[in-house]
């Protein structure tokens, strides 16, 4: 079965600290894996895209990585910020289905002051 | 707009009630998607439209849930005969070609209530 899972579930941490999100999958055949960016109240920001050859992408302060042998990637934040508070969702693609993309339950990012 | 659109954004039914969820996708995008996304969860598929086809509708939990999107820009998510199980935000998100290469961009959402 395609699975995205995500830990923590939930993180707070202070701000100008750095934090990791995990993300492991068991998709296949897999495309690409996103991680996307869910403010309270609003739509998903993608945030970084990574295909099968790919193994690190940075956007500003957020790093991803994908090992896509162990299945896994993760998301770093630099010098975290007040404004990354949010949910950050991992997702994952399958190769040859426009549709079939599987979303992960998200990881709820507090930062606190 | 530059953006995906939504309307309402918020929504309160009483069970048994009709709904309809409009969406406005970026103009000239093909590929239009619907997302049903529970308190804490993420966004769960229910449809996809290439154009005004409908090529996938796996993840309508019943028939109660329709959707079109006949000129293929606007489309309507309607719920019949709501239930208190179907309080949700239902995202939509438009793409320039199918999901798996191209990236989604997502509306506000709309939350719904049904009480």
């Known amino acids: 079965k395609n699975q995205v899972e995500q830990s923590p579930q939930s993180l707070i941490i202070l701000e100008g600290k750095n934090c990791t999100l995990q993300c492991n999958y068991t998709v296949s055949p897999f495309s690409n894996l996103r991680w996307y960016k869910q403010d309270t109240g609003r739509g998903p920001v993608s945030l970084t895209i990574?295909?099968?050859?790919?193994n690190t992408k940075s956007n500003g302060r957020y790093t991803a990585t994908l090992d896509a042998d162990t299945k896994q990637s993760s998301l770093h934040i630099t010098a975290s910020q007040l404004s990354d508070s949010a949910s950050y969702i991992c997702?994952?693609?399958?190769?040859?289905?426009?549709?079939?993309?599987?979303f992960g339950s998200g990881t709820r990012l507090s930062i606190r002051p | 707009g530059a953006g995906v659109s939504q309307s309402p954004r918020y929504k309160v039914a009483k069970r048994g009630q009709d709904v309809a969820l409009r969406c406005d996708p970026i103009s000239g995008h093909v590929s239009l998607f619907w997302y049903q996304q529970a308190l804490g969860q993420g966004p769960e598929f229910l449809t996809y439209?290439?154009?005004?086809?409908?090529?996938?509708k796996s993840g309508l939990p019943s028939d109660r849930f329709f959707a079109e999107r006949p000129e293929g820009s606007v489309s309507t998510l309607k719920i019949q005969r709501t239930q208190q199980e179907d309080s949700a935000v239902y995202l939509c998100?438009?793409?320039?070609?199918?999901?798996?290469?191209?990236?989604?961009?997502f509306g506000p959402g709309t939350r719904l209530t049904v009480l």
């Open positions: 990574m295909t099968f050859s790919e």
């Open positions: 439209f290439q154009n005004e086809a409908q090529l996938d």
């Open positions: 997702v994952v693609s399958v190769r040859s289905s426009a549709s079939k993309i599987i």
């Open positions: 998100a438009s793409s320039s070609g199918g999901a798996h290469y191209n990236e989604q961009f």
